[in-house]
């Protein structure tokens, strides 16, 4: 299974930007994606995964409200809108997969695939 993460990009405070994470090797079916980050000089976080069962969505609490995460199976992609961004957003981020769900999807250790992160930068 490889994921591709794409759709990063330079934009103004208050802006949007939308990633795509495609994935290839298996279908969307029974597979849970998830966007994490890594912000200069911090660890990767949790943003957003989108569950297989019953393809519900969890966010970071940093995301809630402003991110929406999806799902396009005749794509094989899901996407992580990303609005009203601020400078804070800053970072690489990354998706991953798995064949898990519920609360393990919050975690790196629940997943065992990733893809290589797209550079988000927002400007003040």
């Known amino acids: 299974v490889q994921l591709q993460a794409s759709g990063g990009g330079l934009v103004q405070a208050g802006g949007s930007l939308r990633l795509s994470c495609a994935v290839s090797?298996?279908?969307?079916?029974?597979?849970?994606v998830g966007w994490f980050r890594q912000r200069p000089g911090n660890e990767r976080e949790f943003v957003a995964a989108s569950s297989w069962r019953m393809s519900t969505a969890s966010y970071a609490d940093s995301a809630s409200g402003r991110f929406t995460i999806s799902r396009e199976s005749a794509k094989n992609t899901v996407y992580l809108q990303m609005n009203s961004l601020n400078p804070e957003d800053t970072a690489v981020y990354y998706c991953a997969g798995s064949s898990s769900t519920g609360s393990t999807l919050k975690y790196g250790r629940g997943y065992n695939s990733w893809g290589q992160g797209t550079q988000v930068t927002v400007s003040s």
């Open positions: 090797g298996r279908t969307l079916e029974r597979y849970s």
